[in-house]
């Protein structure tokens, strides 16, 4: 499993057509490119071309209307607040709780290690609604953490059920293999001889972690964490099932948006407000990946 | 075998592939269209099908089903009427007969006033709505709740008792977000109307106004902002109707509205305990509504379909709509057996009001979800 590259796939066919002196490579390349061409980017231009104009006495004119009313909207900025919070803190505990198992998993090498990665992979395999039910079950009221707490004599635990808790938990057990796995590719650099250097040198663990590994992951973490964001900004089912009614987070609140409320305008208004989030974590993932190929090919 | 033969023998298995229904065209078919979901599907294949084989062996029941497509079948019936040509369809399970616009006027669906059914003087009078749909199973939004913790002879039985109630037992009561399933839907709607005077007649598909109409919702948003803070939470909303039946499952709350059938069912497969009873408020009850067949007069065999819609009519198969699909009966509960009658006797409809949909249904969701949803933060 280390083996996964964080490198897109796309990028090196990518590379291989441009460079290539046959035709056959662009004929490749034609046809990915004119999907995402047709498929993305001509919606996505439709979108933001509806959502900046209005139909005014001679015909359409320009506007910022439907940005006005997001941005003085209080409803709507508290649902796009509480999904940057919710994406942020998500983002904080992946990395934490992924980092000390991608070391372990890299540095390891008992039979538990295979075990504990294919636990840690295990949520890749469990759809979300079902994680969903499951959650409710477990720490919902009354669920079986309160019927094991009440057994020890316990009081009932706060349940994170309804609460901005509930899609946080969800969707740190929903995206830890995607996390682990990049991580893991990134510590893939790290050399064993680097660190037994620095340890008969006298360095400690954490000086080891601080100044010899993380140095050489920073650009993994950063693509780690770009690649979350974007999968958080997007979530629907986990928010949706477990989330409070308001705030809630961006993807509810765009559904609702267009077939409940009935406003497509409003609901491309706020698709595109978080699609330029989005673009803004695509940007480090895009500036990173092109960094460390530069760094290979020098 | 030669280019030509296989061109001409691809086209006979395409024809042949493309007109099933014309090929097996077939004089002692019924074709039943059935919109519902499998539930339904299944209720008329395994339940009323060899019921109604037995008592007519010369025909043969085609149930197909139609989900959410049923318009074109619809146009096609219509477009047959006044030719010779069959439209193969005999009987729908539920259908608005006022749709297409003029289908009435042009003498599309039996008028079942005049068809002589011997069993259309038993339903429920509450449940018809017009001479051209006969209703056979309905559904209502109740208020399901635990016997272990409320005694039935204190169950509130108006809207001001369930308020009262409420107060006086924080956190034991929960609906599901109007948006993400019609039991709390239907309970925001019936605040509504509580706060415009219990009057349904108020609301119609075609008497929505911007402003005015907000007017009257925004005073039934208040009186759920009234109840927010002992609602379960305070102030938290389960994100659909099952999640609420879950709530009332694992005894967390007391009390939540719930689909008449989706309760029941949950009831019959024990998600739901026996220890859980339905109530119904007596002053206006919440809104619900009844599936209605239509028959086309057009249809190959208008007669022998007339006693299939009998047949779904008569007490044994409107016993089962209760017991297999937990619905309600059509019928009269004095048509019922005693037993079972006495068992739902809480649930029996006396009056069954409506909420129309259309810009209605966008004015409610934004409107509770910007008004009472943050209202009680958590």
Redesign the interface.
């Known amino acids: 499993m280390s083996s996964v590259d964080a490198t897109p796939i796309g990028a090196g066919a990518k590379a291989r057509g441009a460079g290539g002196r046959r035709p056959i490579g662009l004929l490749l390349v034609a046809a990915p490119v004119a999907l995402v061409l047709g498929l993305i980017i001509w919606p996505v231009a439709l979108s933001v071309f509806d959502t900046l104009t209005v139909h005014g006495p001679q015909g359409l004119e320009f506007s910022l209307e439907a940005y006005r009313f997001f941005f003085t909207d209080g409803f709507s900025l508290r649902n796009l607040w509480l999904t940057i919070r919710v994406a942020a803190i998500c983002t904080v505990l992946l990395l934490v709780i992924s980092l000390p198992i991608a070391l372990y998993l890299r540095f390891s090498e008992t039979r538990l290690a295979g075990y504990i990665q294919a636990l840690a992979l295990f949520p890749l395999f469990v759809p979300s609604i079902l994680l969903a039910y499951a959650l409710i079950r477990t720490l919902g009221p009354n669920g079986t953490v309160d019927t094991l707490l009440v057994a020890a004599g316990l009081p009932k635990m706060p349940t994170p059920y309804l609460t901005p808790w509930g899609p946080i938990i969800g969707l740190v057990w929903d995206n830890l293999p995607l996390t682990l796995l990049i991580v893991l590719a990134g510590l893939a650099n790290v050399s064993r001889a680097s660190i037994e250097a620095a340890r008969d040198v006298g360095a400690g663990s954490l000086t080891i972690l601080w100044h010899i590994i993380l140095p050489r992951i920073r650009g993994t973490l950063l693509v780690a964490a770009s690649f979350v964001i974007l999968g958080l900004f997007s979530a629907f089912t986990l928010p949706y099932l477990l989330g409070p009614a308001a705030p809630e987070m961006m993807g509810p609140f765009m559904r609702r948006t267009i077939i409940e409320v009935d406003d497509p305008v409003q609901a491309r208004t706020q698709a595109v407000v978080t699609f330029a989030l989005c673009a803004v974590f695509a940007l480090f993932y895009v500036r990173s990946v092109a960094r460390s190929r530069r760094e290979q090919t020098s | 075998m030669n280019r030509r033969q296989l061109l001409s023998c691809t086209f006979a298995i395409a024809a042949l592939m493309a007109a099933p229904g014309a090929a097996l065209a077939d004089a002692d078919r019924i074709d039943v269209y059935i919109t519902g979901d499998s539930n339904i599907i299944n209720f008329w294949n395994n339940v009323i099908k060899p019921v109604y084989e037995d008592a007519h062996p010369e025909y043969t029941l085609n149930v197909v089903s139609a989900r959410n497509n049923i318009a074109p079948i619809v146009e096609r019936t219509m477009a047959a009427l006044g030719t010779e040509t069959d439209p193969q369809v005999d009987i729908f399970d539920e259908n608005d007969p006022n749709l297409p616009a003029g289908a009435i006027e042009k003498g599309l669906w039996v008028d079942f006033t005049e068809a002589g059914l011997v069993n259309y003087d038993k339903i429920n009078p509450v449940t018809l709505e017009t001479d051209y749909g006969l209703p056979y199973r309905g559904t209502q939004v109740v208020l399901a709740y635990d016997t272990s913790k409320l005694d039935p002879a204190d169950v509130p039985t108006t809207w001001d008792e369930l308020v009262a109630w409420m107060k006086a037992n924080p956190g034991e009561f929960v609906y599901n ?1 109007p ?1 993400t399933g019609g039991s709390g839907g239907n309970f925001v709607r019936r605040a509504i109307h509580e706060a415009n005077g219990r009057d349904p007649s108020l609301f119609q598909i075609d008497n929505y106004v911007e402003g005015e109409s907000d007017a009257m919702l925004a005073q039934g948003f208040e009186l759920l902002k009234d109840i927010a803070p002992y609602t379960y ?1 305070p102030g ?5 109707n099952m ?1 609420s039946i ?2 009332l499952a ?3 709350v007391t009390m939540a509205p719930v689909w008449s059938d989706m309760a029941l069912n949950a009831v019959n497969k024990g998600v739901l305990p026996e220890t859980i009873a339905f109530a119904q408020l007596q002053d206006l009850a919440f809104a619900g509504g009844f599936a209605d067949m239509t028959v086309p007069t057009n249809a190959g065999n208008l007669d022998a379909t007339l006693k299939l819609a009998d047949i779904v009519l008569s007490a044994p198969i409107q016993e089962k709509v209760v017991t297999e699909i937990g619905a309600f009966p059509a019928v009269a509960w004095e048509h019922l057996p005693a037993e079972l009658a006495n068992k739902y006797a809480a649930l029996q409809p006396a009056s069954i009001p409506t909420f129309p949909g259309g ?1 209605w ?2 004015a409610i ?2 409107g509770w ?2 008004s009472v ?2 209202h009680v933060e ?1």
């Open positions: 977000r948006d939470g938290s909303y389960t994100a659909d999640q879950q709530m694992q005894g967390v810009p249904v966008s969701s934004d979800f910007r949803a943050p958590r």
